[in-house]
T-cell receptor, first 111, second 115 residues
Framework: QKEVEQNSGPLSVPEGAIASLNCTYS??????FFWYRQYSGKSPELIMF????GDKEDGRFTAQLNKASQYVSLLIRDSQPSDSATYLC???????????FGSGTRLSIRP | NAGVMQNPRHLVRRRGQEARLRCSPM?????VYWYRQLPEEGLKFMVY????????ESGMPKERFSAEFPKEGPSILRIQQVVRGDSAAYFC?????????????FGDGTRLSIL
């Protein structure tokens, strides 16, 4: 089992709709969770991080964390073509050391 | 620009040569992480360092690869006797600490090409 798993996609969503990205992790003691966006040929850019159960909202983005089920999700409301990118889920494990990344989900927003 | 600085942006080496990749963390950050990314793949953790200490090198290949973060100067990822399979993007990230609310911020990466 991979430490952090994501559906590779591509996930195609019409412009203006809600894009939902999911991530599961194997280390039950994981402490904090991050979502990064990566455009092709560019470096990862932090979108949000969350470390408490529940929802965290920032503009059009909402991160949701459910530690009991070991999943974290990212919702993007009012999707824009500029949201088309690969979204990377990252988890800091119980050892509070390294951060492990999932393989990413490619999101495509169609006009 | 107070962000994570990596150089060079692009590095070309012939098989058997050495590659040195440099990373200067953001101001105030003392934790550095190195990742490797192959085309169309995710980020693979390599090594986590604090000043003068390697904290976790579980992702580093056992041979040819080494990393350091000296008291003064940037962190260095060194690849000896490079092979074609070392061609990848190498990203450095930094954080002020390892607590849950301290995310990593990435540099622009070094694209390593092996001829």
């Amino acid at each position: 089992q991979k430490e952090v798993e994501q559906n590779s996609g591509p996930l195609s969503v019409p412009e203006g709709a809600i894009a939902s990205l999911n991530c599961t992790y194997s280390d039950r003691g994981s402490q904090s969770f991050f979502w990064y966006r990566q455009y092709s040929g560019k470096s990862p850019e932090l979108i949000m991080f969350i470390y408490s159960n529940g929802d965290k909202e920032d503009g059009r983005f909402t991160a949701q964390l459910n530690k009991a089920s070991q999943y974290v999700s990212l919702l993007i409301r009012d999707s824009q073509p500029s949201d088309s990118a690969t979204y990377l889920c990252a988890v800091r494990g119980s050892s509070a050391s390294k951060i492990i990344f999932g393989s990413g989900t490619r999101l495509s927003i169609r006009p | 620009n107070a962000g994570v600085m990596q150089n060079p942006r692009h590095l070309v080496r012939r098989r058997g040569q050495e590659a040195r990749l440099r990373c200067s963390p953001m101001k105030g950050h003392s934790h550095v992480y190195w990742y490797r990314q192959l085309p169309e793949e995710g980020l693979k953790f390599m090594v986590y360092l604090q000043k003068e200490n390697i904290i976790d090198e579980s992702g580093m290949p056992k041979e040819r690869f080494s990393a350091e973060f000296p008291k003064e100067g940037p962190s260095i990822l060194r690849i000896q006797q490079v092979v074609r399979g070392d061609s990848a993007a190498y990203f450095c990230a930094s954080s002020p600490g390892s607590r849950g609310n301290q995310p990593q911020h990435f540099g622009d990466g070094t694209r390593l090409s092996i001829l």
